[in-house]
Nanobody, 124 residues
Framework: QMQLAESGGGPVQAGGSLRLSCAAS????????MGWFRQTPGQEREFVAA????????EYAGSVKGRFTISRDNVKTMLYLEMNALRPEDTAVYYC?????????????????WGQGTQVTVSS
């Protein structure tokens, strides 16, 4: 069973940057497509970015494209999300997720394992 643990969240001012990390427990991490999602109170979990097992396919939500960068290190079993030019509307709990398939997806229902989340708060 894959276990995921996010870190790197916190408070930041608008225009600032944060780097989120997600540590995965499964040594066959490279067999999973991975994603980042975010959620605010009362809202559905929202797709942010996804990366295929080998990193060859990457997709972003339109709201973060050009500002956020997803990457992975299959040797270290780590997933990352570099967030730049942060805006107050980026405030949310950010989750990493693993999909037991090599291809990426946007729907939260397509992911099989989830971390506990890390809070990102962007102040204006």
């Amino acid at each position: 069973q894959m276990q995921l643990a996010e870190s790197g969240g916190g408070p930041v001012q608008a225009g600032g940057s944060l780097r989120l990390s997600c540590a995965a427990s499964d040594r066959i991490f490279g067999r999973y497509a991975m994603g980042w999602f975010r959620q605010t109170p009362g809202q559905e979990r929202e797709f942010v970015a996804a990366i295929s097992w080998g990193g060859g396919t990457i997709e972003y939500a339109g709201s973060v494209k050009g500002r956020f960068t997803i990457s992975r290190d299959n040797v270290k079993t780590m997933l990352y999300l570099e967030m730049n030019a942060l805006r107050p509307e980026d405030t949310a709990v950010y989750y990493c997720a693993a999909r037991a398939d090599t291809g990426i997806a946007h729907a939260a229902s397509m992911f099989d394992f989830w971390g506990q989340g890390t809070q990102v708060t962007v102040s204006s």
